[in-house]
């Protein structure tokens, strides 16, 4: 028994205790069948067995009650056994002593009456076994054994000839029985077994249904509901009575509609759907609006007739979906519409305007954004972004459309306006609004605004040139001062080609290396010979002959072409440096942007190994600029290129933020004078004077002094006199030449070389 599952098994331990009745008659019978043997034959053997049978008959049916009242606790395949096993033992102790008194009538009586009562008792005893105790096969064969062993041998020990031939056809009989009990067990097993597979089967698919996240209910082909799950009820909530067993869809339906939760539309689509295929063999699937919610039907014909109607609640997936287009066109932080759907009304609204009207984009982008993150960090710069796009709102009239392209800038559609100064009020007032927040997160800031502006049809009908257009003009806002407004102007777009196709060939110049490294001597005024060489980049173009440096090297800088560009002229001036005598350097500018977005150290590093060049005849030239930015990574960067053994120079010194603690802080060597303190000394006292002041802090720091911009003699004597003054560049010694010429003049003496500026 122990390869049954466990409840099919107790099962079978059931059906053993089941009948008590049958059980009684059978001790009933056994016990008229011992107590009429004893009357009939006195003798006192057979005298004993009524009271054997009636004990053990009483004690049997105390232990099947107990069995009934401890029923529920019986779930193990151990405690079915126990009682498996008491039973056994009850039952063959009862049938062996029914084979004894058998056996002690036929052997100690010679009545024939008791003889009889003997035979009848055991086969109606017998008959009893196999209808109460067939579901246990040994069971039953041991039953038989006890109670047909007794008997048979009783009877043949007779000698009596009548007697064994019963005797010989007990035997068949009693195997008889024993068949009919194993097929009433294997009928008994089969029909327990079905049932667990249907109970279980009910209860997956019950389980099943009331769990899966649709509603689901089950019409017959007359339309009445057969099945519903839990979840269609809450997705679509209903009186337990109007959704019972045996409800007619119509009924359903209209009671949907009395409570408001289906309108008069949605439930006509239902019913509809309902007739066409309650005997149909397509399948149909449509939306509607229900309690406020998305739901998705679909309606599903049986092969037998009827359907099966599936709910499912998407209200929660057209929430995301909407979120999701709203987000896809709406600016995250602001809430604003982004680029694309800016477009999409610039376009709506550019096909709507004729040559009479007047749309304008405006251009908005914050002035020092970059200063409030790195001061107060982005969460302040959030905030502020999130101040900006509020007051913008309100600035602008109810037709128009505000929009947040990224980082700091937005960008007004005004289609409302009717003349150029209606567009130029509502500039004005942008202006004016965002320049009043004064602070964010209770901090002090300094805001403003510069506005660009392009107008339709008169500066183009594209939303693209239009955008283009108003771009355009924003740069010429922020360059002319930041808090102003500026029209767009055809020579803008004329400019900016103008940059494009220079951008377009400095790359493919660069890329093919076609820039070239020009020098330009500095004389040493204590030896009268030159020193060092100043590495200056020119862009011999093929079309259009020499292009200004000043023309490119803000455009290389823009773009980050400078990176490479930087690296070329290191490269090539360290390679030519190495052919000079010993005692001549090279100088190299490097650009701020250089340090900002290039491993300036390691580069240096590797063009001194890879050319050869020793380190201290490498001399890197850097700008005010550099030293504005983050001071403690700008000195980390020069204190391990000095460490390296190259001279650092500051250039241009005397321009834009000129301040004496650079002198100081930084790890410098020499510094150079800008040419605008040398221009006017010969005719302006005042001058003369602040350009020898200068130069005799930096020689008391203990740095090298260079004046650059030299072009006359005349200058040159001014500015040797007092003596402090290391090194002139510029025209009264050489202008920039190519690495052949420079080679010629190093030859020369200084005498020879000032003697061609006389």
């Not at 009989?173 to 024993?178: A, D, N, T, Y």
Request: hydrophobic share 45%.
């Amino acid at each position: 028994m122990r390869e049954l599952p466990v409840e099919i098994y107790v099962s079978m331990v059931d059906s053993l205790y089941e009948d008590v009745r049958s059980l009684l008659l059978g001790v009933v019978a056994a016990l008229a069948g011992t107590i009429y043997t004893a009357h009939l034959t006195g003798h006192p053997v057979l005298i004993a067995f009524p009271f054997a049978v009636a004990l053990i008959g009483f004690v049997r049916t105390l232990r099947m009650l107990a069995y009934r009242r401890v029923r529920a606790d019986v779930v193990t395949h151990e405690q079915a056994l126990r009682w498996e096993r008491e039973y056994t033992i009850g039952a063959n102790l009862l049938v062996f002593t029914i084979g004894l008194w058998c056996f002690a009538t036929f052997n100690l009586t010679q009545s024939m009456a008791a003889h009889l009562f003997c035979v009848s008792v055991a086969l109606s005893y017998m008959v009893g076994v196999t209808g109460r105790n067939f579901a246990n096969g040994p069971f039953v064969d041991n039953q038989i054994a006890l109670l047909c062993a007794p008997l048979v041998v009783g009877m043949m020990m007779t000698g009596v000839w009548d007697y064994m031939v019963l005797a010989c056809f007990a035997i068949p009989f009693f195997g008889s029985v024993r068949s009919i009990a194993r097929r009433l067990r294997e009928i008994l097993l089969n029909a327990i077994i079905a049932k667990r597979d249907v109970s279980l089967l009910a209860d997956r698919f019950d389980t099943a249904l009331n769990n899966m996240p649709h509603g689901l209910a089950m019409f017959d082909a007359e339309g009445r509901l057969v099945v519903v799950n839990r979840r269609w009820a809450q997705i679509l909530p209903l009186d337990p009575d109007s959704l019972a067993q045996g409800a007619r869809v119509e009924a359903i339906v209209a009671a949907y509609v009395d409570l408001g939760i289906l309108g008069e539309r949605d439930a006509g689509r239902v019913l509809d759907a309902v007739a066409r295929r309650v005997h149909g063999r397509t399948r149909e699937q449509f939306e509607l609006q229900a309690n406020g919610w998305n739901v998705d039907l679909t309606f599903q014909p049986m092969e037998t007739g009827g359907l099966v109607v599936a709910i499912e609640d998407i209200t929660e997936k057209r929430r995301t979906e909407a979120r999701i287009a709203h987000m896809a066109r709406h600016d995250a932080l602001t809430g604003l519409p982004n680029r694309s759907l800016f477009q999409e009304r610039l376009e709506t609204a550019l096909a709507l305007t004729t040559d009479e009207d007047m749309l304008a984009v405006l251009f908005v982008d914050l002035d020092h954004f970059q200063q409030v993150n790195d001061t107060l960090g982005h969460t302040a710069g959030d905030a502020l972004l999130v101040e900006v796009a509020d007051r913008l709102r309100f600035a602008v009239g109810e037709n128009d459309l505000v929009a947040r392209f990224g980082a700091d800038e937005f960008v007004i559609l005004q289609s409302g306006a009717r003349s150029v100064n209606d567009v130029t009020t509502l500039a004005a007032r942008i202006i004016e609004t965002v320049a009043d927040i004064s602070q964010i997160d209770d901090k002090p800031i300094a805001s403003g605004a510069s506005v660009g502006i392009a107008l339709a049809p008169r500066d183009g009908r594209e939303p693209d040139q239009l955008l283009k257009s108003a771009d355009m003009a924003l740069s010429r806002a922020k360059a002319g001062g930041r808090g102003i407004l500026h029209f767009y102007e055809e020579e803008m777009d004329r400019q900016a080609q103008a940059r494009r196709a220079i951008e377009m060939d400095l790359r493919k110049a660069i890329q093919n290396e076609e820039l070239a490294v020009y020098f330009q001597p500095m004389l040493n005024l204590k030896s009268l010979s030159i020193s060092t060489c100043e590495a200056l980049v020119r862009w011999p173009h093929r079309i259009r002959g020499m292009i200004s440096p000043a023309e490119f090297i803000p455009v290389a800088e823009e773009t980050g072409l400078i990176i490479e560009l930087g690296r070329q002229v290191l490269r090539k001036a360290c390679q030519a440096c190495v052919a000079w005598p010993d005692r001549i350097r090279v100088s190299v500018n490097l650009s701020s942007v250089q340090f900002e977005r290039d491993d300036v150290v390691a580069l240096v590093a590797e063009t001194l190994r890879t050319t050869g060049l020793e380190p201290d005849r490498l001399e890197l030239e850097i700008t005010e600029t550099l030293l504005l930015q983050d001071s403690e990574g700008v000195l980390s960067v020069l204190a391990q290129l000095r460490a390296m053994g190259v001279r650092l120079a500051l250039d241009d010194f005397g321009t834009g933020y000129s301040s004496l603690s650079y002198l100081h802080k930084f790890p410098l060597d020499k510094v150079k004078i800008d040419r605008s303190f040398v221009r006017n000394i010969t005719s302006d006292r005042k001058a003369a004077k602040l350009l020898r002041g200068v130069t005799r802090l930096g020689s008391e720091l203990g740095l090298s002094v260079v004046v650059e911009g030299v072009e006359t003699l005349e200058q040159l004597k001014m500015i040797d006199a007092p003596g402090v003054v290391g090194e002139v560049q510029g025209f009264v010694l050489s202008p920039a030449i190519p690495d052949g010429q420079l080679r010629a003049l190093m030859g020369r003496s200084g005498k020879d070389l000032l003697a061609r500026a006389a």
